[in-house]
């Protein structure tokens, strides 16, 4: 059974088509990347996809509920989390509090209990706390855990970003370019982490630049090119695929690949 399903998906800038006609579908414990040159279309399909902009056609899918165009919170409610290209880190908070700041909607009480530092309200903060430290365990930043995140190395963020995505338990996780700006280390960390959050049940959607990374860890891969869907299929048929190549190397490339095939 399909977690997500993505159905012709578009949406116009000033009347240019920026995704057009768009569909694939995620299953759990799936990882599925997007892929394609800048300015394909990928994070402005993620931002579809996540309730960021109102599609102009087309449908997502979540569980089997048409969610198109549903708000961010309401879709984070509903178990679908995401990064983002640019670090959405606090910086000067700690390792532990950027985690807890991801806890805000699953750990609910009244104002009232709040304000009076109710029994209630300390077994909420108790019960956010430890869960948060267990993340960043699963992250490998436990030891980080009291240190200011303005400290950690890029990779680390980029991690912790992840670790605060997962605060909301979601059941599929959009990465938008998790290895960006990372070294070679840093890289497979991402990769491990990757894997094993998939290996647990969690759908995977990715945005990846990394060619490496993205044949070694997806199940499929969406290949965008000028907004649309050119190619999709497991790694090897994909990279394979003359559109494929063209898209990245150049027409003359892929007719020399082509024909040496």
């Known amino acids: 059974m399909n977690l997500l399903e993505v159905k012709g998906l578009g949406i116009s800038f000033g009347g240019l088509k920026a995704v057009d006609d768009v ?23 993620f ?4 309730g960021i902009y ?8 979540l569980k089997g509920q048409d969610v198109t165009g549903t708000a961010p919170h309401k879709l984070a409610e509903m178990g679908l989390s995401r ?18 700041a991801g806890y ?6 009244s104002i009232l209990a709040d304000l009076l530092s109710l029994p209630s309200m300390r077994r909420r903060a108790a019960t956010a706390r430890e869960g948060a430290q267990a993340l960043l365990t699963r992250v490998r930043l436990d030891k980080a855990a009291g240190q200011e995140a303005g400290s950690l190395s890029y990779g680390a963020l980029k991690r912790l970003e992840i670790a605060r995505a997962l605060a909301l ?5 959009l990465l938008d370019e998790p290895a960006a700006g990372c070294n070679a280390v840093e890289t497979e960390e991402i990769d491990h982490l990757i894997a094993e959050l998939a290996a647990s049940g969690i759908a995977i959607l990715l945005v990846e630049h990394d060619m490496k990374l993205v044949m070694r860890i997806s199940n499929h891969i969406v290949v965008l090119d000028h907004g649309e869907k050119i190619a999709e299929g497991d790694p090897v048929t994909v990279s394979r695929n003359p559109q494929v190549i063209a898209a990245y190397l150049g027409a003359d490339h892929a007719e020399a690949t082509h024909a040496d095939s």
């Open 23 to 45: 569909s694939f579908a995620v299953k759990p414990g799936e990882i599925v990347s997007v892929i394609g040159p800048n300015g394909a279309g990928k994070t402005t399909l």
């Open 47 to 50: 931002n579809m996809i996540s």
């Open 54 to 61: 109102l599609p102009s056609r087309g449908s997502v899918t």
């Open 83 to 100: 990064t983002f290209q640019n670090l959405q880190v606090f910086q000067e908070m700690t390792v532990l509090e950027n985690v807890l």
């Open 104 to 109: 805000h909607l699953r750990v609910r009480g």
């Open 169 to 173: 338990n979601p059941s599929i996780l």
